[in-house]
């Protein structure tokens, strides 16, 4: 190409010198007509391109002779040349481009060792519908174009996958699929690879590019030989608390698997089944029972998601019990966030439940779990089913209310729900006055539930219905309600516990 271009910039320079000088055996024959040099140039390239527009000649003898050697020459070189012009045009891949990232999608970065086979299965995991979440997007970024086979695969799941052609090591590339905003980045090895030793290296000098570039990026590994963890610490960065980075041994899981199903048989089986996504189709295999009990399990799979603020106090069998009973969920551990650590089935004196509490469910689908977030001890004792999404109640505690409730509103979330017979009264028999709001976790008592229909129907009333507000006085259809000045206790009158006892 460099040739190319010195031959065709020489003849334009030469054609140019000669046609403003003229001929030396011919007096007065330069050019008067303002012939540039760029004209030359373009007289150059339309006579080595076989157009010859004509509109610009050369004049000269000298330049008319030249140009009769330049056809023949510069035709063969334009000739040779042109294949190369047109892969210098193809040399741009279509996954070349920058990722524009859009603020309300989520997205992660898979790089590593991507084949048909590793994305066919990353993808049917990670965007199955049993995930709940489909805003999320998957960039592959590799140092290779993909095979045909895994374009076609990447086309069936267009809306979610984009590939980008680039390396991990260059932070160019990672800039193009910014890399910075990214949820996690994934990194993934070559399984079937026969020196462990140097698919774990290239891996690890992955994760140092990565986190070279964005110290604060999650990332998630794979290795294979366990002997390579030790090589964790050289990583910049890495730290598994505050940034969550997260390594997983293959051989180190496999290993352990069969020791534990050496121990308690089948146990291999379960967590296999746990960890990976399927689907269940009913009806099928209906003349095998234990085939249809056996795909039934496998439909299940291990959820988190962070529990209602009803379960605020309990412990964790009685919120257990409720999941189970009521919420057809199985919960099997949970996690404050007060570096208690997690805790797989704990005792009822090891944990108790408090704000922001992360559990861990076995169902079929992530929408199912949903329903231990949007859970309502109020809404379920009034016999209203437990769905996927906020309930009245808690709509209504998220619209401003009155002046004179607002810490009744804000104490609502918190509410406990345990056995009325563990219910102590106030001291305060003869007024009536009542506490509503949230117990201390130490004294296992809870919320009288009627107490909390009759604020839930005050809420209620003022929302649907004219309510007048006269100093402290709440007056609904047919009902009022006295709150003293902090919106902490309001005056109901007596009933007997035979009345309200459910």
């Not at 030989?225 to 505050?242: H, R």
């Not at 437990?386 to 009245?392: A, N, Q, S, T, V």
């Amino acid at each position: 190409m460099l040739d190319f271009v010195s031959v065709w910039l020489f003849a334009a320079g030469f054609v140019h010198l000669v046609e403003n000088s003229g001929d030396p055996w011919k007096p007065n024959s330069a050019r008067t007509d303002n012939f540039t040099y760029f004209d030359s140039v373009w007289l150059t390239m339309v006579t080595m391109s076989t157009v010859g527009y004509g509109d610009v000649y050369p004049t000269t003898g000298i330049g008319r002779s030249f140009m009769m050697v330049f056809i023949v020459c510069g035709l063969a070189m334009f000739a040779t040349y042109t294949p190369y012009l047109y892969e210098f045009y193809r040399s741009r891949s279509p996954y070349a481009g920058r990722y524009e990232r859009a603020d309300s999608k989520k997205y992660v970065v898979v790089c590593g060792h991507i084949t048909y086979n590793n994305v066919k299965s990353f993808l049917a995991d990670f965007l199955h519908p049993d995930r709940g979440d489909r805003t999320s997007r998957v960039l592959f970024l590799d140092n290779k174009r993909p095979e045909p086979e895994l374009t076609g695969l990447i086309k069936r799941y267009f809306l979610s996958v984009q590939y980008f052609e680039g390396s991990a090591l260059n932070h160019n590339d990672l800039r193009r699929v910014q890399l910075e905003h990214s949820d996690a980045v994934i990194l993934l090895c070559n399984k079937d690879s026969d020196d462990t030793k140097s698919e774990d290296a290239a891996t690890i000098l992955r994760a140092i590019s990565v986190k070279n570039y964005c110290s604060k990026a999650r990332l998630i590994m794979q290795l294979l030989n366990y002997k390579s963890k030790s090589f964790l610490q050289t990583i910049p960065n890495w730290d598994p608390i505050n940034y969550r980075d997260e390594n997983i041994c293959i051989s180190e899981f496999m290993y352990g698997l069969v020791a534990q199903s050496c121990l308690c048989p089948g146990f291999s089986t379960l967590m296999i089944n746990l960890i990976s996504t399927r689907s269940y189709i009913p009806g099928t295999n209906e003349n095998l029972d234990w085939k249809s009990d056996y795909a039934y399990g496998c439909d299940h799979e291990i959820y988190t998601v962070m529990i209602s603020s009803d379960f605020n106090g309990m412990t964790f069998p009685e919120a257990a019990e409720i999941c189970y009973k009521q919420l057809n969920l199985l919960m099997i551990a949970v996690e404050n966030f007060d570096n208690s650590g997690l805790a797989i089935n704990p005792l009822p004196d090891q944990f108790t439940i408090r704000k922001e509490c992360l559990g861990y469910f076995i169902a079929s689908s992530y929408k199912d779990v949903c329903r231990a977030r949007f859970y309502c001890a109020l809404c379920l004792n009034e016999g209203i089913e437990i769905g996927f999404k906020p309930c009245k109640c808690r709509l209504e505690a998220a619209v401003p209310q009155l002046s004179t409730v607002p810490a009744a509103k804000k104490k609502r979330s918190n509410v406990q729900l345990i056995p009325l017979s563990e219910h102590k009264s106030p001291n305060n028999n003869e007024t009536g006055l009542t506490r509503v709001g949230s117990v201390d976790s130490k004294s296992s008592t809870a919320t009288d539930i009627n107490q909390l229909r009759t604020v839930r129907h005050l809420f209620s009333q003022h929302s649907t219905k004219s309510t007048s507000v006269d100093r402290g006085t709440l007056t609904g259809a047919g009902m009022s309600s006295t709150f003293d000045p902090t919106g902490n206790y309001h005056w109901s009158p007596e009933k007997k516990f035979e009345d309200v006892d459910l």
